[in-house]
């Protein structure tokens, strides 16, 4: 090929759409095309795999940025915790002394209560933001030991039924006999029960019964609580375990289901909702099953 050849050429590098379009302009370079089919191609090689490499380097860019995001969130949210946890302290055991000090029916009893209750919130919440920030940053380590779930369910359900009698609702427990040990964190295991839990003696209606049921086969066990209160909209099932996640008719932090999700996993196991407008909420936690 001679130069001056090469100055009647003409070629457009053109986007549409996914891909790219090169359109040749000029008759000499179209015949020479024909006579050689693999020119075009080796033209348009050389450009995707320029564009390729670019679309890899800025994508490269953007994870990493996303990775340096997720990780200060997560150092965020720990170092959060950890600071409001002096204080929170500090608040619980002012309250405690004003209420030994103090009548029971003076002026000051209702609002000390009103503090106690908050400052008790409070403390919770900041609880979940620091298991929130483990199980999301991967620096949650579980203690694991052989655990009787038929005992530490009835332990969740007995801690919430001073609530559970405040709302008129009963919670039903039901494990099976000779049920053997699971090794497990316990500790998570019922942090993730008390949070099913009383998520659902949140929606359930007076005089209705909550359900709590393991079960067992060769390879996991399961826990089902189910409630009958009026179950979580279409729209919103797919999102309840992202954090913060409130539908419409949600209440609370927006982190226990969450949490939840993330200790199971941890446990190497699954957490699943099955729910219906009007027919109720069953969430499931199924563990793979390690026997004592």
């Not at 089919?37 to 390729?52: C, I």
Request: glycine share 8%; proline share 4%.
């Amino acid at each position: 090929m001679t130069s001056g050849c090469l100055a009647a050429w003409r070629a457009t590098v053109r986007a549409r759409e996914t891909c790219i379009l090169l359109e040749v302009k000029g008759a000499e370079l179209r015949r020479l095309g024909e006579a050689h089919p693999d020119v075009e191609f080796n033209v348009l090689l050389k450009v995707s795999e320029r564009l390729r490499n670019d679309n890899e380097q800025i994508l490269a860019l953007h994870l990493k940025d996303a990775d340096g995001a997720s990780r200060a969130k997560d150092e965020f949210l720990a170092m959060l915790g950890h600071e409001l946890r002096n204080p929170l302290g500090a608040i619980s055991a002012a309250i405690h002394v004003l209420d030994a000090e103090s009548n029971p029916g003076d002026d000051t009893a209702r609002l000390r209560q009103i503090i106690t209750h908050q400052t008790g919130h409070l403390s919770r919440l900041v609880e979940d933001l620091g298991t929130l920030a483990h199980t999301e940053g991967g620096t949650l380590t579980l203690q694991k030991a052989p655990t009787d779930i038929g005992v530490l369910l009835e332990d969740v359900a007995v801690s919430l039924q001073p609530e559970a009698d405040a709302r008129d609702v009963a919670i039903q427990v039901t494990a099976p006999a000779g049920l053997p040990l699971v090794d497990v964190d316990a500790v998570r295991l019922r942090e993730v029960m008390f949070n099913l839990i009383s998520n659902a003696l949140r929606y359930s209606p007076a005089g209705q019964a909550i359900t709590v049921d393991a079960a067992i086969d060769d390879r996991t066990i399961s826990i089902q609580v189910r409630d009958r209160g009026p179950g979580i909209p279409a729209i919103d099932l797919p999102h309840i375990f992202e954090r913060f996640h409130k539908g419409a008719s949600s209440t609370g932090s927006g982190l226990g289901l969450t949490i939840a999700h993330n200790l199971v996993a941890a446990h190497g196991g699954t957490l699943r909702a099955e729910s219906g407008e009007g027919e109720g909420t069953a969430m499931t936690v199924v563990i793979p099953l390690t026997r004592d």
